[in-house]
């Protein structure tokens, strides 16, 4: 891949009305996997949150792809480190549309470290408090309006399986959030409120070209049995599929379109 390789957000199919009626948050919806899974949610009938956190500007260009699937949009900011924050965004998105059905928790930022002792204190903080924490608070906010029914889905990663040595803190953090899904999943199925995740493998999102040096760009992806990155549209059917009334009997439970890569546990 190269640096100015662009990233395919297009759903594939034309929507079939899965969604219909629900309103979705997706947090880091304004992109790459956010993004795309925005852009189908919205093809298929759903009403979409899209949180920013510093650049509106992208928020807005996708708010335009996905009300050019026919959906209304709210475009917020959210800091999903902060709390009241995450609790202010779930408010409003109420205020908005009167309910929240599907609550995907996707914003995450991630640092290349290859020494352990070069991690610092204040950059494992953040990273844990907008991996982690923002996943958790923005559970919190959205339980007391969320129904028999609702979905709430993590973005995980391969990483929470296999580990990265380069990216050692938010592996970590992904297997966090791991954690923390199947336990929500234990707790919240008496109430008729499904958790699952999805664990990507290697994903060409703006994120990679921007923290990942030049002479690695070009094998991204490369070390999967498939030899390349998936683009964020081929990840989003897999949120489509966990959001919708197709995982009725689904929860606790993680999918992984990672290229091939064997994972277990």
Same mark, same amino acid.
């Given at each position: 891949?190269?640096?100015?390789?662009?990233?395919?957000?297009?759903?594939?199919?034309?929507?079939?009305?899965?969604?219909?009626?629900?309103?979705?948050?997706?947090?880091?919806?304004?992109?790459?996997?956010?993004?795309?899974?925005?852009?189908?949610?919205? =093809?298929?009938?759903?009403?979409?949150?899209?949180?920013?956190?510093?650049?509106?500007?992208?928020?807005?260009?996708?708010?335009?792809?996905?009300?050019?699937?026919?959906?209304?949009?709210?475009?917020?900011?959210?800091?999903?480190?902060?709390?009241?924050?995450?609790?202010?965004?779930?408010?409003?998105?109420?205020?908005?549309?009167?309910?929240?059905?599907?609550?995907?928790?996707?914003?995450?930022?991630?640092?290349?470290?290859?020494?352990?002792?070069?991690?610092?204190?204040?950059?494992?903080?953040?990273?844990? =408090?907008? %991996?982690?924490?923002?996943?958790?608070?923005?559970?919190?906010?959205?339980?007391?309006?969320?129904?028999?029914?609702?979905?709430? #889905?993590?973005?995980?990663?391969?990483?929470?399986?296999?580990?990265?040595?380069?990216?050692?803190?938010?592996? *970590?953090?992904?297997?966090?959030?791991? /954690?923390?899904?199947?336990?929500? /999943?234990? %707790?919240?199925?008496? =109430?008729?409120?499904?958790?699952?995740?999805? *664990?990507?493998?290697?994903?060409?999102?703006?994120? #990679?070209?921007?923290?990942?040096?030049?002479?690695?760009?070009?094998?991204?992806?490369?070390?999967?049995?498939?030899?390349?990155?998936?683009?964020?549209?081929?990840?989003?059917?897999?949120?489509?599929?966990?959001?919708?009334?197709?995982?009725?009997?689904?929860?606790?439970?993680?999918?992984?379109? %990672?290229?091939?890569?064997?994972? /277990?546990?």
């Amino acid at each position: 891949m190269h640096r100015d390789d662009p990233a395919d957000y297009t759903p594939r199919y034309p929507g079939s009305g899965r969604l219909a009626g629900r309103v979705a948050f997706v947090s880091g919806g304004a992109s790459g996997i956010g993004r795309a899974v925005v852009r189908l949610f919205a =093809r298929e009938g759903a009403r979409v949150v899209i949180p920013w956190h510093s650049d509106e500007a992208e928020a807005r260009e996708v708010e335009a792809e996905a009300r050019a699937e026919g959906a209304e949009v709210l475009v917020l900011q959210l800091d999903a480190a902060d709390r009241g924050s995450c609790f202010a965004a779930v408010e409003a998105t109420v205020q908005r549309f009167g309910r929240l059905d599907v609550l995907v928790c996707n914003a995450s930022i991630q640092t290349i470290e290859e020494d352990v002792a070069k991690i610092t204190e204040d950059q494992v903080e953040q990273l844990f =408090r907008t %991996n982690v924490f923002g996943y958790l608070w923005l559970v919190q906010a959205a339980l007391p309006h969320l129904e028999k029914g609702a979905s709430v #889905i993590f973005t995980t990663s391969v990483n929470a399986y296999r580990g990265n040595h380069l990216l050692i803190d938010y592996s *970590a953090s992904k297997g966090a959030e791991l /954690s923390l899904l199947r336990a929500l /999943s234990l %707790n919240l199925s008496g =109430r008729g409120i499904r958790v699952n995740g999805v *664990a990507p493998g290697p994903v060409w999102t703006p994120l #990679i070209p921007e923290t990942t040096p030049e002479e690695d760009l070009k094998d991204f992806g490369s070390d999967v049995p498939m030899k390349r990155p998936a683009q964020p549209a081929e990840i989003a059917p897999a949120f489509l599929f966990l959001a919708c009334e197709d995982a009725s009997y689904v929860t606790g439970q993680v999918l992984h379109p %990672n290229g091939g890569t064997p994972v /277990s546990g």
